[in-house]
Nanobody, 128 residues
């Protein structure tokens, strides 16, 4: 079992930055890829970014490329999502999710049904 806790959400003006953290606890985090997803009011949950266990591969939704950066510190059992140049349309509840993949690519990383463990989410609100 892996438990995930997100933190770092909040309210910010457009153009600002936030850094989200996803911290794992449980038996082990070894070998787990992590994805960030978000859900805005009235919309379906969507993929934001993903990272392989080693951190050597990263994946981004087109809507956040060049603005968001995913990274991880396995010694701290934490995955980060640095969000810069935030826009009002980035407003959503952000969730992190984890899974062990035999191999990972963009399609695998971006499909929420592939993830076994989910955090409770953290609210991000961007005002114009």
């Amino acid at each position: 079992q892996v438990q995930l806790v997100e933190s770092g959400g909040g309210s910010v003006q457009a153009g600002g930055s936030l850094r989200l953290s996803c911290t794992a606890s449980g038996r082990t985090f070894s070998g787990y890829a992590v994805g960030w997803f978000r859900q805005a009011p009235g919309k379906e949950r969507e993929f934001v970014a993903g990272i392989s266990w080693t951190g050597g591969s990263t994946y981004y939704a087109d809507s956040v490329k060049g603005r968001f950066t995913i990274s991880r510190d396995n010694a701290k059992l934490t995955v980060y999502l640095q969000m810069n140049t935030l826009k009002p349309e980035d407003t959503a509840v952000y969730y992190c999710a984890a899974a062990r993949f035999g191999r990972i690519n963009t399609v695998i990383a971006s499909t929420e049904q592939n993830y076994n463990y989910w955090g409770q989410g953290t609210q991000v609100t961007v005002s114009s």
